[in-house]
């Protein structure tokens, strides 16, 4: 509701824990080192713990991001089961087959024993990765220590990862727990934000969303919300996004200390002022009222918006691409359907979602690309003949496919059923819209994040050279440098001799700053569509929001 009025694309301050948006303290980076050294422990146990709120759980999904491609994953994010329920949850995880009826100790740790041996032979890795730990009983962490005794005579076999809040330390001091603290081979504590790491935070969450300008929190404000707040990201969150609504609502671009205790008022339960029941009667009936009536003069305001309004999938695919892949395009023409309006979607649960099948998942967005794929075809191979690549990812988010803007292939994995496939053609701030088909049908958000875990697929276009990039750098050097100088007057004209790849590597640190990505300088397919898309190479965009 409020973004619009402070220059924001999406909602800076969801407690949902997305990577997109992850602040890297020094304590989050000592937490994620820590979990990526447990890889290479050679099996046992890695230990995150943290207050409630302090991020563990969107340092994992950062963790699952930078898994290597040779290791196989298993994460378990209900862990109030017993022996048997956890070891069938752990062999869905991992697809291992288990004999109909299976229902003792035996009947699950025999197949997956023999899954983690061929899986070694192969040459990958196994890690399972367990969320909410200090739920496990003492009897399932004792079956966990017994599964990590599956090995070879080099290495062990499994690498089990356990996250969750203090009371697990605890829990692993009980001393019928001592076997397996010995075998706990690195662990970290996730402690809160300093005030000066609050204040980066923050500023970080507004970037991140799209802010340009000022930070509409003064540095008062800032001080009071880490006194609030005390540095948990997840009450930061709540109370900035309580207080930013309180700004609009009132009408401020400013939010004041006043505001921000308001707001402390409406969403934490502890005493904040002496003036707390009038706080209270300021925010549940004025600032409601006030968003109302906010929300109505936005929309008389939107025939002048603060920014560009995004091309709709149609402009997208009838402007002209740049010259140097204009060949690559025209081997691709978009369908003329992509310009068509949708029918409006019916609302959909995941309860009435039939059995599908993934090759017409993958048919629906290959069309979407004007991509014929006969049956029985390997999707990535069929679109590489075309000129594209996959582009597969285990732990996204919703707010990465926005910014990605694009088609994509959502895995749904639902109780008692095989992981599905599903294509998302469209999301707004409620709903995700996807093919179900050929009809498109709408799926609440809360809904969707009950069965969708990040794992999404999906097509781009790479630029001339990207392929032999290793052998032949400097055609996709020159492409780089003719686009980004296109794009901004401050960078070299397109005839100037192009510049080198560390002047390159600041020129593209500053086009991923300014589209909300991590300034890192490399040039990986997210950074690549993005700048398909500032340049117009012609892709498929995510249908407007009906």
């Not at 080099?154 to 605890?170: D, F, T, W």
């Not at 093919?435 to 697929?457: I, S, V």
């Given at each position: 509701?409020y973004?619009?009025?402070?220059?924001?694309?999406?909602?800076?301050?969801?407690?949902a824990?997305?990577?997109?948006?992850?602040?890297?303290?020094?304590?989050?980076r000592d937490?994620?080192?820590?979990?990526?050294?447990?890889?290479?422990?050679?099996?046992?146990f890695?230990?995150?713990?943290?207050?409630?709120?302090?991020?563990?759980?969107t340092v994992c999904r950062?963790?699952?991001?930078?898994?290597?491609?040779?290791?196989n994953v298993?994460?378990?994010?209900?862990?109030?089961?017993?022996?048997?329920?956890?070891?069938?949850?752990?062999?869905?995880?991992?697809?291992?087959?288990?004999?109909?009826?299976?229902?003792?100790v035996?009947?699950?740790?025999?197949p997956?024993?023999?899954?983690?041996?061929?899986?070694?032979?192969?040459?990958?890795?196994?890690?399972?990765i367990?969320?909410?730990?200090q739920?496990?009983?003492?009897?399932?962490l004792?079956?966990?220590?017994?599964?990590?005794?599956?090995?070879?005579?080099?290495?062990?076999?499994?690498?089990?990862?356990?996250?969750?809040?203090?009371?697990?330390?605890?829990?692993?001091?009980?001393?019928?727990?001592?076997q397996?603290?010995?075998?706990?081979?690195?662990?970290?504590?996730l402690?809160a934000?300093?005030?000066?790491?609050?204040?980066?935070?923050v500023r970080?969450?507004?970037t991140?969303?799209?802010?340009?300008?000022?930070?509409?929190?003064?540095?008062r404000?800032?001080r009071?919300?880490h006194?609030?707040?005390r540095?948990?990201?997840?009450?930061?969150?709540l109370?900035?996004?309580r207080?930013l609504?309180g700004?609009?609502?009132?009408?401020?671009?400013?939010?004041?200390?006043?505001?921000?205790?308001?707001?402390?008022?409406?969403?934490?339960?502890?005493?904040?002022?002496?003036?707390?029941?009038?706080?209270?009667?300021?925010?549940g009936?004025?600032?409601?009222?006030?968003a109302?009536?906010?929300?109505?003069?936005?929309w008389q305001?939107?025939?002048?918006?603060?920014?560009?309004?995004?091309?709709?999938?149609?402009?997208?695919?009838s402007?002209?691409?740049?010259?140097?892949?204009?060949?690559a395009a025209?081997s691709?023409?978009?369908?003329?359907?992509?310009?068509?309006?949708?029918?409006?979607?019916?609302?959909?649960?995941?309860?009435?979602?039939?059995?599908?099948?993934?090759h017409?998942?993958?048919?629906?967005?290959?069309?979407?690309?004007g991509?014929?794929?006969?049956?029985?075809?390997?999707?990535?191979?069929?679109?590489?003949?075309?000129?594209?690549?996959?582009?597969?990812?285990?732990s996204g988010?919703l707010?990465?496919?926005?910014?990605?803007?694009?088609?994509?292939?959502?895995?749904?994995?639902?109780?008692?059923?095989?992981?599905?496939?599903?294509?998302?053609?469209?999301?707004?701030e409620?709903?995700?819209?996807?093919?179900?088909?050929g009809?498109?049908?709408?799926?609440?958000?809360?809904?969707?994040?009950?069965?969708?875990?990040?794992?999404?697929?999906?097509?781009?276009?790479?630029?001339?050279?990207?392929a032999?990039?290793?052998?032949?750098?400097?055609?996709l050097?020159?492409?780089l440098?003719?686009?980004l100088?296109g794009?901004?007057?401050?960078?070299?004209?397109?005839?100037?001799?192009?510049?080198?790849?560390?002047?390159?590597?600041?020129?593209?640190?500053?086009?991923?700053?300014?589209?909300?990505?991590?300034?890192?300088?490399?040039?990986?397919?997210v950074?690549?569509?993005?700048?398909?898309?500032a340049?117009?190479v012609?892709?498929?965009?995510?249908?407007?929001?009906?």
């Amino acid at each position: 509701m409020y973004a619009p009025f402070f220059g924001l694309r999406h909602a800076p301050f969801s407690i949902a824990p997305d990577p997109h948006y992850l602040y890297m303290s020094e304590r989050h980076r000592d937490a994620l080192a820590h979990l990526l050294y447990g890889l290479d422990g050679g099996g046992g146990f890695v230990l995150l713990t943290g207050e409630i709120g302090a991020g563990k759980t969107t340092v994992c999904r950062c963790f699952l991001g930078q898994i290597p491609a040779h290791c196989n994953v298993a994460y378990i994010f209900n862990p109030k089961l017993t022996v048997t329920e956890l070891l069938r949850a752990v062999c869905d995880e991992f697809h291992v087959p288990v004999p109909a009826g299976a229902q003792t100790v035996k009947d699950f740790v025999d197949p997956l024993n023999t899954f983690l041996l061929a899986q070694h032979a192969a040459g990958r890795n196994n890690v399972l990765i367990i969320d909410e730990a200090q739920n496990l009983s003492a009897d399932v962490l004792e079956q966990l220590r017994l599964l990590t005794n599956l090995e070879t005579a080099e290495r062990k076999l499994l690498q089990v990862v356990l996250i969750g809040q203090p009371e697990l330390r605890e829990l692993l001091a009980r001393p019928e727990l001592e076997q397996l603290a010995q075998r706990v081979i690195a662990r970290f504590h996730l402690g809160a934000l300093s005030e000066a790491e609050t204040a980066h935070y923050v500023r970080h969450r507004l970037t991140v969303a799209g802010l340009t300008g000022a930070l509409p929190f003064d540095a008062r404000a800032l001080r009071l919300i880490h006194q609030l707040t005390r540095g948990v990201p997840r009450r930061i969150n709540l109370l900035c996004d309580r207080a930013l609504l309180g700004g609009y609502a009132s009408g401020r671009a400013q939010v004041t200390p006043d505001i921000v205790r308001r707001a402390a008022a409406e969403v934490f339960d502890g005493p904040t002022t002496p003036r707390r029941l009038t706080a209270r009667i300021a925010l549940g009936s004025g600032l409601l009222a006030a968003a109302a009536v906010a929300a109505g003069l936005a929309w008389q305001q939107q025939a002048a918006p603060l920014g560009p309004a995004p091309a709709s999938a149609s402009s997208a695919a009838s402007t002209p691409a740049p010259a140097a892949s204009t060949a690559a395009a025209a081997s691709l023409a978009l369908p003329a359907s992509q310009a068509a309006s949708p029918p409006a979607p019916e609302l959909l649960r995941l309860a009435d979602w039939p059995p599908s099948d993934d090759h017409d998942a993958w048919q629906a967005l290959a069309s979407r690309w004007g991509l014929p794929l006969p049956a029985g075809a390997d999707a990535c191979d069929t679109a590489a003949q075309r000129g594209l690549q996959c582009y597969r990812s285990s732990s996204g988010s919703l707010s990465l496919i926005r910014l990605i803007d694009r088609p994509v292939l959502l895995t749904l994995r639902r109780p008692g059923q095989p992981p599905a496939l599903a294509a998302l053609v469209a999301l707004d701030e409620q709903h995700a819209t996807l093919l179900l088909d050929g009809t498109p049908r709408r799926l609440p958000l809360a809904e969707l994040a009950t069965a969708w875990r990040g794992e999404f697929n999906t097509f781009w276009r790479p630029p001339p050279g990207y392929a032999q990039r290793a052998e032949q750098p400097r055609v996709l050097r020159d492409w780089l440098a003719a686009q980004l100088a296109g794009l901004s007057p401050a960078m070299p004209a397109a005839s100037a001799p192009p510049p080198g790849w560390a002047a390159l590597s600041r020129q593209v640190q500053a086009f991923q700053a300014g589209r909300g990505l991590q300034p890192d300088g490399r040039i990986g397919p997210v950074t690549l569509m993005l700048l398909n898309r500032a340049s117009g190479v012609p892709e498929p965009r995510l249908d407007a929001a009906r």
